[in-house]
C-alpha cells in the first residue's frame, strides 16, 4: 500500500473523515470541523486590520458569468456543472425505466443555469464590476466557499469538494503587488506558528490541453502564481496548502472594473485550502488534537 492511501485510510479509522463511496468526497468530523474553525480564526486575525468587506456565496454561481469568467478556456477538466430534470410524466416514466434496467438515466436531464463554484472568487469579479468604477485605494474582500473540481483521487489533500478561504484584492497594479507581497509574508508566519515545515515556491495552474502548455510557462516565467507548500502525503510532493495568485488584468479586462481613474483594475487573491492546513495539521502534529504541542494548540485555541 503506498503512503496516500495510508494516510486517507489513517484518518477514516480515526473518525475524522467519512467514506461516501466517492473518492474526494468525504465527511467531516466535528473535530475535523473545529480546526477548521480555530484555523479561518486564525486567518481573520491576521487580516482583521485591512477592513476586508466580508462576502459568503453558496457554492454555485451563475452559468453565464462562468462561462464568460474563462474557466472553461482554461481548466474544462475540472468544471462541474449541475442538470435538472425539467421534463413531463413521460420523461420521468423515462427515468424510472432507466433506474429499473440499470441503464444511464441522466439523458432526461438539463443543464440549469448553476455551475459549481470552482474557486471562491469566481463569484465575485462580475459583483465588482456591476457596483461601478472603484473608489480610491480599490476595494478588498473576504471570502469563503466551498468548490468543486473534478479531480478524484486517493490523496486525501486532493477533494472534489472542498473550502477555500480568500482575500482578494482589486485596484491598481501597485497596491495589488504590494498586498500579495504582504499576504505572502503573513501567510509564511501563520503557517510558523503552527509549527508545520514548509516551502515557498513558483507555480503553474493545470491549464488544459496542449494551448495550456504555454500558459503554464507563461504564468511561471511572470511569477504570477506563488504556493506555499507543506509536506502531507509525501516528503517528495509537497501539498499547496497557500496559493498566492496576481492574474493581472484579467479579471479586470474580462468584467470591466475599473480603478477610480478609469483604468482596467489588477487583480489578486491568496487562497488557504481550509481543508489541505487541517490535514497538514494533523499529519504532523498527530490525529489526536488534545496531544498536539500545547504551543500549536494555544495559537488556535488561546
Ligand atoms: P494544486 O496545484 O494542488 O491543484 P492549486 O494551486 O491549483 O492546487 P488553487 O487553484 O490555487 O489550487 O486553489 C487555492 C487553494 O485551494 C490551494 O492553495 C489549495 O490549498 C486548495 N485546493 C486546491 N485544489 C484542492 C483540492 N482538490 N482539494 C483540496 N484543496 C484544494
Ligand atoms: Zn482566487
Known amino acids: 500500500m503506498d503512503m496516500q492511501n495510508t494516510y486517507l485510510d489513517q484518518l477514516l479509522e480515526a473518525g475524522l473523515l467519512f467514506d461516501t463511496g466517492i473518492d474526494g468526497l468525504y465527511g467531516r468530523s466535528g473535530t475535523f470541523e473545529n480546526v477548521i474553525e480555530r484555523f479561518e480564526a486564525l486567518v481573520t486575525r491576521y487580516g482583521s486590520a485591512d477592513g476586508a468587506e466580508v462576502i459568503r456565496f453558496p457554492p454555485g454561481m451563475s452559468r453565464p458569468y462562468f462561462e464568460k469568467s474563462g474557466y472553461l478556456k482554461s481548466f474544462p477538466q475540472l468544471a462541474g456543472t449541475v442538470h435538472c430534470f425539467c421534463g413531463d410524466d413521460k420523461g420521468h416514466s423515462r427515468i424510472i425505466e432507466c433506474l429499473e434496467a440499470g441503464e444511464d438515466w441522466t439523458g432526461q436531464q438539463e443543464a440549469s443555469d448553476i455551475v459549481l463554484t470552482p474557486a471562491a472568487c469566481y463569484p465575485l469579479y462580475p459583483l465588482i464590476a456591476k457596483r461601478g468604477r472603484m473608489p480610491e485605494g480599490g476595494r478588498l474582500f473576504d471570502l469563503q466557499s466551498y468548490c468543486f473540481r473534478h479531480e478524484p483521487s486517493k490523496e486525501p489533500t486532493r477533494m472534489q469538494m472542498f473550502r477555500m478561504r480568500e482575500y482578494v484584492r482589486a485596484g491598481t497594479p501597485e497596491e495589488v503587488v504590494e498586498f500579495r507581497e504582504k499576504w505572502l509574508e503573513r501567510g509564511k508566519a501563520l503557517i510558523t506558528s503552527l509549527e508545520l515545515p514548509m516551502d515557498v515556491d513558483v507555480a503553474n495552474d493545470p491549464f488544459f490541453g496542449r494551448a495550456g502548455r504555454m500558459m503554464k510557462v507563461n504564468q511561471r516565467d511572470q511569477g504570477l502564481k506563488f ?62 488534537v488534545e496531544k498536539w504541542p500545547a504551543s500549536v494548540r494555544k495559537v488556535l485555541w488561546g
Do not use: K, M
Open 227 to 288: 504556493e506555499l507548500l507543506v509536506p502531507v502525503n509525501s516528503e517528495e510532493n509537497p501539498t499547496a496548502c497557500l496559493s498566492f495568485n496576481y492574474h493581472q488584468n484579467h479579471f479586470g479586462h474580462t468584467w470591466g472594473i475599473e480603478t477610480s481613474t478609469g483604468a482596467e483594475a489588477h487583480t489578486a487573491c491568496v487562497g488557504f485550502g481550509l481543508e489541505r492546513v487541517t490535514l497538514a495539521l494533523f499529519r504532523h502534529h498527530g490525529l489526536d
